[in-house]
């Protein structure tokens, strides 16, 4: 009985661990194609449902990306195509510092993850679908291999969190 106890007890803390944050009302990736990301690809991603409409949002974009990406930053555009307003966010994303080292976490160095807040959004009625498109002079990027967003309730950005 003892063992089953230290067992459960471990097992419980091991799932409030793993509990996902939440702040965050919509984490989703969207591959980009192994030939690169064209200026012409955009990245899409459907809001749920007219919930999350109304309300204020810490915006953060996420990059996974190979050693094989050529430069240290990125430029991006984050389209609301249904809204009133053609305006649209342009971030700025340094992925690496001035020597070359990445920025975010990696793996036997080949692969990286980055993540960066990307401001306040306000998502109107009319906003159900976010698009990302790269503002990169070259025309196809190659080694970036998902890009990401992620909504949460204002003040409640963790970077680094729940990848």
């Not at 996902?20 to 990245?43: F, I, P």
């Not at 080949?110 to 070259?138: E, N, R, S």
Request: proline share 2%; aromatic share 12%; net charge negative.
């Amino acid at each position: 009985m003892r063992h089953f106890k230290s067992f459960f007890i471990t097992a419980m803390l091991f799932l409030l661990i793993g509990c996902k944050n939440e702040a965050t009302v919509y984490h989703q990736y969207r591959t980009v194609s192994s030939q690169g990301w064209e200026r012409e690809d955009t990245l899409s991603f459907a809001l749920p449902d007219s919930t999350l409409a109304g309300h204020y949002y810490q915006l953060e974009i996420g990059l996974r990306h190979t050693e094989n990406y050529a430069f240290r930053d990125i430029w991006i555009a984050v389209l609301r195509p249904h809204s009133s307003s053609t305006a649209y966010d342009t971030i700025h994303l340094e992925l690496a510092d001035t020597e070359g080292k990445w920025y975010g976490e990696g793996n036997a160095s080949t692969f990286y993850q980055f993540q960066a807040p990307a401001g306040t959004i306000y998502l109107a009625y009319t906003d159900t679908l976010l698009q990302l498109v790269h503002l990169m002079k070259t025309p196809c990027l190659k080694g970036i291999t998902d890009a990401g967003i992620r909504l949460s309730l204002t003040g409640s950005i963790d970077a680094q969190k729940d990848k």
